[in-house]
T-cell receptor, first 116, second 115 residues
Framework: AQTVTQSQPEMSVQEAETVTLSCTYD???????LFWYKQPPSRQMILVIR??????QNATENRFSVNFQKAAKSFSLKISDSQLGDAAMYFC?????????????FGTGTLLAVQP | KAGVTQTPRYLIKTRGQQVTLSCSPI?????VSWYQQTPGQGLQFLFE???????NKGNFPGRFSGRQFSNSRSEMNVSTLELGDSALYLC??????????????FGPGTRLTVT
């Protein structure tokens, strides 16, 4: 079975600084998707960024980028120029490529605080 | 496009009662998944529906059930509520397309409190 591990329960960053959130996963599949979701206090999950395992190039979305290391099964999220609005719970999630399912497997989350 | 909507947003029920939660996906999305979020267990997959058929089911007791209608709207039902069923129930929809990457879009959730 696939598992997702986020070893940092809480992180803190100064406004305008850069922070990296860690995620590791375990799977025997060769094709899959990885995601970072943000859940602010409003509780609505928002997709931050996604990565297809077959793509070697790391995904980037504005201030958010990932470091995808397939062999190491590592998928970290870097937030540059942190803003107060980035404060939220961040979840790493895995989805298999096949199997006719959209089932996401989530990590336990990292609570990010942004200090002004 | 309007986002995923869930009703009701908040619900308080008593042990032993049953509850029905509703989810309307983004227009054009045919796949709906449900997740339970609790402080202790985190985010757990409940089930997924596509074209009115349950495609996948998580490890939850039979008290948890769901269905999807022809307009892709979905409902989940929990019978004989227990205190441990208190949670945020999230619904997500996706534009399912074989072989193409896609994401799930989440609704605001229904906060269920069982007393």
């Amino acid at each position: 079975a696939q598992t997702v591990t986020q070893s940092q329960p809480e992180m803190s960053v100064q406004e305008a600084e850069t922070v990296t959130l860690s995620c590791t996963y375990d799977t025997s599949e060769s094709d899959y998707y990885l995601f970072w979701y943000k859940q602010p206090p409003s509780r609505q999950m928002i997709l931050v960024i996604r990565q297809e395992a077959y793509k070697q190039q790391n995904a980037t979305e504005n201030r958010f980028s990932v470091n995808f290391q397939k062999a190491a099964k590592s998928f970290s999220l870097k937030i540059s120029d942190s803003q107060l609005g980035d404060a939220a719970m961040y979840f790493c999630a895995y989805r298999g490529y096949g199997g006719a399912t959209n089932k996401l497997i989530f990590g336990t989350g990292t609570l990010l605080a942004v200090q002004p | 496009k309007a986002g995923v909507t869930q009703t009701p947003r908040y619900l308080i029920k008593t042990r032993g009662q049953q509850v029905t939660l509703s989810c309307s996906p983004i227009s054009g999305h045919r796949s709906v998944s449900w997740y339970q979020q609790t402080p202790g267990q985190g985010l757990q997959f409940l089930f997924e529906y596509f074209s009115e058929t349950q495609r996948n089911k998580g490890n939850f007791p039979g008290r948890f059930s769901g269905r999807q209608f022809s307009n892709s709207r979905s409902e989940m039902n929990v019978s004989t509520l227990e205190l441990g069923d208190s949670a945020l129930y999230l619904c997500a929809s996706s534009a399912r397309s074989d072989g193409i990457s896609y994401e799930q879009y989440f609704g605001p959730g229904t906060r269920l409190t069982v007393t």
